[in-house]
Each structure stands twice: as structure tokens, then as C-alpha cells.
């Protein structure tokens, strides 16, 4: 059987399942691509360090050159993490004539276009399906399954980091230090876990999804994101009393006025698939005008669910299919945007709020009264009488509300975390029912 030469750039947590799954299961791949993918060199940052996988004599360098020079490599798994050095070495890559195959959604999230529009430049191509999601094939979904549609929504659990982090805090009662340092230990977070933990990384994926499915020009920055860096068990508590589990959601909504946007913690609603998501699973719930609702789950970090992704695009890159969907999706080109972000504060949604009041008469009073103004109504509320003895006259009061205005319940909590009787900064989250 023919041989095609890879490489690889980068045997971190993914670059080594990607080892494994190429020298393991040659046999496999061999079958899917019609010719043997032959591992010819791995080049890393530090040629000593330990590997947890045995790699024939010769292969590990930490000298690009070895690739770059050799033109009879074809095709280059790209996992090395971060923007710098990552995206030079995207670069020289694909001018020393290589198809590119990357799990780095940071690096085209940032530089995208500039990636895309020189790779298209040389007549090359790059497949990026471990970008998102991990293990889960979205991104050959929505660009080629779903073709047919517009799609309507995308709600997605896109880091299995923070996945990991909550469903730990929430199962068994981990602290959120030990849970994240867990999630390290497991190889699901970042070489900085704060992209994990501030929404960042799913705000990247989110942009890569909106590109996709939507035509949207967004920045990863321009997508309001926030993180479950101040997520605090007592709000897992009060979630599940109320029927919902707390996950970090990104949403993409397309209205007749543009398109919804944001990452954020979410109580989701018991009962809703979202919300039984897990671990470090992803899950992404896709409405399209035609297919109507798809729901996809699988895991969403870690060495081989990620590594599947990858080397499925090596695959695709080595048998030509990559290089035809490439030309055709005009990814990032300079193509006007199909559509424009709606604008946050307009946005419409139901809200959890925890307030931390001074336990005494008229202080619901005052509160109502500050919604109210804003034209936000009350659906439930629950105050628990303080526990103990202790004489603690402070406590935690909790609204859902009915369907409000963004922009209204960010000012009506401010106005409130300003009122005497509030003694720290309040909580707010959205709801998905
Ligand atoms: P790791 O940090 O585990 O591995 C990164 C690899 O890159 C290491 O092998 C490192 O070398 C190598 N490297 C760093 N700098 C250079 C350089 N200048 N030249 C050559 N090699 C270099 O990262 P992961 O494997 O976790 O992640 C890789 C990419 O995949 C990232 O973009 C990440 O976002 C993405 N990703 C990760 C997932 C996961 O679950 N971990 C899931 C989906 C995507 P050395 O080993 O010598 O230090
Ligand atoms: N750090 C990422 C996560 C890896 O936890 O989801 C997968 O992209």
C-alpha cells in the first residue's frame, strides 16, 4: 500500500494521542485513507522531556526544519497551543507546501483571517475539526452536513474544562480550586486554565461557530463572555431547589435583527439535555430551518476524543477532501458579514438573582420596588430563615424573574448593590427553560 508521510508539530496531551492512534492503529487509518499514514517526524519544544508514548528511533526533534525541509511530507498535524509560536508556525508550514491540520482554535480565532487568506494564497488547505468541541464532529456539520439550512440557534457546553469544574463542585461537593487543578491534572485545560475559566476558549469556539453557521465577522472579544470564575456553590444549591443545573452555555440566536451572541453560566433547566451534560462532555443543541432540532454530546477534552478529531482530518487531508470543502468555504475570506450582532442590552431573557440583604422589614420592599421601575416582574422567591443562633442578620434572597430586557436587569442590579441594605455584590444569571 502507498505511504503518505505526516508529521507532527507539538506531543503534548493531544499530539500524543494522536502518536498513538497513528502508529497503534495504522491498520485502521490505513483502511479510511486508502494509503498508510506514516508517522515520519514529531517536533517538540523539549526533545528530554519524558513522552507517554515510544516513538521509533529518530523521529522526535525539536528542529521544524526537519519538516519544513522535506518535501515529501504532506501532511502536518499543527498542536501546539497559544498564538505565538503557534501561528509562525502555522505560517511556515503551510509555505513549505504542507495541508495543515490543527486543534489550536486560539490561534485561528485571533488570526484567522490573515491564516485562512494565505493558506488559500498557496493552494493549501486546513482542517480544524478538533478546534471545537473536542471529540464531537460539529464543525463537519454545520459547514458540510447542515448545508442546506439556516441554521436558527446553537446552544452549547463548549469547555469541558469548566464542564468538568461544575459538575465536580455540584456532584461532589469539590472546592473550585481542587476541581480546576483536577481538570490539569486530567490534560482538559489549557496551558492557561484562565481561557478555560473566564469563557475565553468558548467564546473563541463560539466565533468559530458563528463564522461557520451563521456568516457572522465576529472577534472573539466582541462576544459578551463571562466566566465561572466567581461561581459560588451556594448558587448550585439554589439552582437545584429550583429545578436547574448551573452550566457555562454559549448561545448563538438568529432573530430578523441580527444575531444573539454570549457566553455565560446558565441555569439550565432540569430535563433539558443541556442539562444533564457532565464531566468534561460538550454538547451542542443546533436548530436548522430544515433538520429541524440535532443534539450532539461527546467528550469535549481530553488526549483521545481529541486526537479522533485529529486524526479524522489527517484522513480527510490525505484521501483530497479537505482541500475541495476548503476552496469552496471561502473560510474568513473578506466576504461581507450575512449578518450583524444584536446589540446586548436589547436582548431579552429570564434572570436568576441572589441578593445578600440585611435580614430586615421592608427590605423585599426595596427590592421589588427597584425591579419594578425597570419593568421587571417577580416569577419566584426564596428566602430561608438564617440558620443557627449566631444572630447573623444577613441574608441571601433569590429572584427568578420573568422575560426581561439585558440592559434593564444589568442596571436594575447595579442600582440595587447600591442600596444600604445590600451587603455584597449581587448574582445574576440567565435562565434557559
Ligand atoms: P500541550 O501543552 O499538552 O502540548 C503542546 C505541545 O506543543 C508540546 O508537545 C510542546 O512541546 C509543543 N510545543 C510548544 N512550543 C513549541 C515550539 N515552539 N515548537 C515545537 N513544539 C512546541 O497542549 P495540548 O496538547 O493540550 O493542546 C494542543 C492544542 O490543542 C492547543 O491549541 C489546545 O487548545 C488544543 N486542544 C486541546 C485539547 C485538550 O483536551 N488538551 C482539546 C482540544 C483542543 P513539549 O512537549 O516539548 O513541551
Ligand atoms: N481546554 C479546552 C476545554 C480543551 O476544556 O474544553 C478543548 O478545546
Redesign the pocket.
Known amino acids: 500500500m502507498q505511504k503518505t508521510k505526516v508529521a507532527l508539530?507539538?506531543?503534548?496531551?493531544?499530539?500524543?494521542g494522536v502518536a498513538k492512534l497513528l502508529l497503534d492503529h495504522g491498520d485502521r487509518t490505513a483502511r479510511h485513507a486508502g494509503c498508510i499514514l506514516w508517522l515520519e517526524q514529531v517536533?517538540?519544544?523539549?526533545?528530554a522531556?519524558h513522552?507517554d508514548v515510544e516513538l521509533p528511533k529518530g523521529l522526535l526533534s525539536?528542529d521544524?526544519t526537519r519538516i519544513t525541509g522535506d518535501p515529501n511530507i504532506k501532511v502536518v498535524a499543527h498542536?501546539?497551543?497559544?498564538v505565538e509560536?503557534?501561528r509562525t508556525?502555522m505560517l511556515k508550514l503551510l509555505e513549505s507546501g504542507k495541508d495543515v491540520v490543527?486543534?489550536?482554535?486560539?490561534?485561528l480565532a485571533e488570526h484567522g483571517p490573515e491564516i485562512f487568506d494565505r493558506a488559500r494564497e498557496l493552494g493549501r488547505s486546513i482542517a480544524f475539526d478538533?478546534?471545537v468541541a473536542?471529540g464531537i464532529p460539529i464543525i463537519t456539520n454545520i459547514s458540510q452536513c447542515f448545508s442546506a439550512n439556516q441554521i436558527l440557534s446553537l446552544q452549547g457546553i463548549l469547555n469541558?474544562t469548566t464542564n468538568f469544574l461544575v459538575s465536580q463542585m455540584e456532584e461532589l461537593g469539590a472546592s473550585y480550586a481542587d476541581a480546576l487543578k483536577e481538570a490539569q491534572r486530567l490534560?482538559?485545560?489549557?496551558?492557561d486554565p484562565t481561557m478555560d475559566v473566564s469563557g475565553a476558549?468558548a467564546a473563541q469556539k463560539l466565533a468559530i461557530l458563528a463564522h461557520l453557521a451563521f456568516g457572522a465577522r465576529v472577534h472573539w472579544k466582541e462576544i459578551p463572555c463571562e466566566g465561572v470564575e466567581k461561581l459560588d456553590a451556594a448558587d448550585i444549591r439554589y439552582a437545584r431547589e429550583l429545578g436547574y443545573r448551573i452550566k457555562l452555555i454559549a448561545a448563538a440566536n438568529l432573530h430578523d435583527s441580527g444575531l444573539e451572541l454570549h457566553v455565560s453560566p446558565t441555569l439550565v433547566r432540569i430535563g433539558k439535555p443541556l442539562a444533564e451534560v457532565r464531566q468534561a462532555y460538550n454538547a451542542i443543541s443546533v436548530v436548522g430551518d430544515a433538520v429541524g432540532p440535532v443534539f450532539f454530546h461527546g467528550l469535549?477534552?481530553?488526549?483521545m476524543?481529541?486526537a479522533s478529531a485529529v486524526v479524522a482530518d489527517m484522513i480527510d487531508t490525505a484521501v483530497g477532501r479537505t482541500q475541495i470543502t476548503f476552496r469552496t468555504l471561502e473560510l474568513w475570506s473578506q466576504r461581507e458579514a450575512l449578518v450583524s450582532l444584536l446589540d446586548h442590552g436589547e436582548l431579552s431573557g429570564r434572570y436568576y438573582l441572589r441578593f445578600t440583604v440585611e435580614d430586615k422589614p421592608g427590605v423585599l420592599a426595596e427590592i421589588a420596588g427597584v425591579l419594578g421601575r425597570h419593568s421587571i416582574s417577580i416569577a419566584s422567591l426564596i428566602q430561608h430563615e438564617p440558620s443557627g443562633d449566631d444572630g447573623a442578620r444577613v441574608v441571601p434572597l433569590v429572584v427568578m424573574t420573568y422575560h426581561a430586557r439585558e440592559g434593564a436587569a444589568a442596571v436594575a442590579v447595579a442600582e440595587i448593590d447600591r442600596l444600604k441594605v445590600v451587603k455584597a455584590a449581587s448574582v445574576r444569571m440567565r435562565v434557559l427553560d
Open positions: 508539530v507539538g506531543m503534548g496531551t493531544v499530539g500524543t517536533v517538540v519544544s523539549e526533545v522531556k513522552r525539536s521544524l498542536l501546539v497551543g497559544g509560536p503557534a508556525i490543527t486543534a489550536n482554535k486560539a490561534l478538533a478546534c473536542g469541558g490534560g482538559y485545560a489549557e496551558a476558549d469535549g477534552a481530553g488526549q476524543p481529541t
